[in-house]
Nanobody, 127 residues
């Protein structure tokens, strides 16, 4: 079972930036698709971005494309989500998740692909 630990959430004003980190089990890194999802109160869980730790391929939802960037540090078994130009609509609990594919599937944004989840980290953006 892949272990995932997120960090980096917090409160920021609109237009600001935050960087989230997800540390994965060393034995999993390189063979899983790691995704960032978010869920706001009363809303469904939404795929934000994903990266194949085997091939480095990245994918983004339309709502964050151009503002967020996902990257990986193989030496630290860590995936980062750099979030710029944050908007109040980005307020949510953010979760890191792992799927058993070294390259992320084209429909990576379906939570059902991901069998391992972190505990989540809260991001709050005020206007």
């Amino acid at each position: 079972q892949v272990q995932l630990v997120e960090s980096g959430g917090g409160s920021v004003q609109a237009g600001g930036s935050l960087r989230l980190a997800c540390v994965a089990s060393p034995n999993a890194f390189g063979s899983v698709c790691l995704g960032w999802f978010r869920q706001a109160p009363g809303k469904e869980r939404e795929g934000v971005a994903a990266i194949g730790t085997g091939d480095g391929g990245t994918s983004y939802s339309d709502s964050v494309k151009g503002r967020f960037a996902i990257s990986q540090d193989n030496a630290e078994n860590t995936v980062y989500l750099q979030m710029n130009r944050l908007e109040p609509e980005d307020t949510a609990m953010y979760y890191c998740a792992a799927a058993p594919y070294s390259s992320c599937p084209r429909t990576w944004y379906y939570p059902a692909y991901f069998g391992a989840w972190g505990q989540g980290t809260q991001v709050t953006v005020s206007s």
